[in-house]
């Protein structure tokens, strides 16, 4: 099963407001990766974070490599309708990659 | 599309009947891994391939699993004898290894068994 730990499970937001999500682990990870995922569809990759306290950008979105190296999160900013999917975290040490139990986020028009 | 493609999108079966996935990577990516996922989970990884050598397999692939990459590049997962409890999508991703290795996930194929 999954050994990271991703909050909140769900959001429900309106159209417009910024969204903010983590995940946390026990255990240190080299990458942290950040995946969107659509219904019967496979994840497709947000955002790659390759260094610790390492923050990147790509559109609307941010994610953040924590200093620890055992957690990361992802914020984005003026939501709108197509953001709705579910959110997933990972980490990744070599071949060895481990995912949250995802965030689910609904956006209301 | 991420370059990753997978072959069925949907299988239905006896529970019983043995089935095969078809996963074509990216190209120039050497490395390839299935994962399952189940409904309200991330992604479980199941085990992966270097080229053409299986390198990891996890403890989640009982003996019924088999995956091969013959030739180092598409690769097979069979599952023989199948199970209820093997419903699930089945997920391939390539990637290349070395410093900064990302992977990028195939559609998935959805499997239920009756």
């Known amino acids: 099963g999954q050994q990271l730990n991703q909050s909140p499970q769900s959001m429900f937001i309106q159209e417009g407001e910024d969204v903010s999500m983590n995940c946390t682990s026990s255990s240190i990870f080299n990458t942290w990766l950040w995946y969107k995922q659509d219904p019967g569809e496979g994840p497709v990759l947000l955002i790659a974070?390759?260094?610790?306290?390492e923050l990147t950008s790509n559109g609307r979105l941010t994610a953040q490599f924590g200093i620890t190296r055992k957690d990361s999160f992802l914020n984005i900013s003026a939501s709108i309708p197509s953001d709705v999917g579910i959110y997933f975290c990972?980490?990744?040490?070599?071949?060895?990659?481990?995912f949250g139990a995802g965030t689910r986020l609904t956006v209301k028009p | 599309d991420t370059g990753v493609s997978q072959d069925p999108r949907h299988k239905i079966t006896k529970r019983g009947q043995n089935v095969t996935f078809r996963c074509d990577p990216i190209s120039e990516h050497n490395r390839l891994y299935w994962y399952r996922q189940t409904l309200g989970q991330g992604p479980e990884f199941l085990t992966y391939?270097?080229?053409?050598?299986?390198?990891?397999k996890s403890r989640l692939l009982s003996d019924r699993f088999s995956a091969e990459r013959p030739k180092g590049s598409f690769s097979t997962l069979e599952i023989q004898r199948t199970e209820q409890g093997d419903s699930a999508m089945y997920l391939c991703?390539?990637?290349?290894?070395?410093?900064?290795?990302?992977?990028?996930f195939g559609p998935g194929t959805r499997l239920l068994v009756l």
């Open positions: 990972a980490g990744h040490n070599n071949n060895d990659m481990r």
């Open positions: 974070l390759y260094k610790a306290g």
């Open positions: 991703a390539s990637g290349r290894w070395g410093i900064q290795e990302t992977q990028y």
């Open positions: 391939f270097q080229n053409e050598a299986q390198l990891e």
